[in-house]
């Protein structure tokens, strides 16, 4: 499976990005695909995730009713549209995908998927 992340670059506070994620080499219909992040000397923290096949997403408490996931099953890429962006949310921008059907629980954790995305980074000034 190859991640291919794009869409990163610098933005005004207040203002939007969208990030893509192309998928592919693999049977997606299980998988969890998922934005993480990580900033200058921080841990790679849990953004959204979506189930490929019923498309039902998850958020961070920090993004939510500002950022959206969703997917393009015919292009077979991943969206995350960021609204209203601040500068807390610069970060590098990783996509994942999680093709061993982990629990809900579990997905929000970094370390339980299988691939990655090469980060996209985000810069928000203020």
């Known amino acids: 499976v190859q991640l291919q992340a794009s869409g990163g670059g610098l933005v005004q506070a207040g203002g939007s990005l969208r990030l893509s994620c192309a998928v592919s080499g693999g049977t997606f219909s299980s998988y969890t695909m998922a934005w993480f992040r990580q900033g200058s000397g921080k841990e790679r923290d849990f953004v959204a995730h979506?189930?490929?096949?019923?498309?039902?997403?998850y958020y961070a408490d920090s993004v939510k009713g500002r950022f959206t996931i969703s997917r393009d099953t015919a292009k077979n890429t991943v969206y995350l549209q960021m609204n209203s962006l601040k500068p807390e949310d610069t970060a590098v921008y990783y996509c994942?995908?999680?093709?061993?059907?982990?629990?809900?629980?579990?997905?929000?954790?970094?370390?339980?998927?299988?691939?990655w995305g090469q980060g996209t980074q985000v810069t928000v000034s203020s």
């Open positions: 979506i189930n490929w096949s019923r498309g039902k997403p």
């Open positions: 994942a995908a999680d093709i061993q059907r982990t629990a809900l629980s579990g997905t929000f954790l970094a370390r339980v998927y299988d691939y």
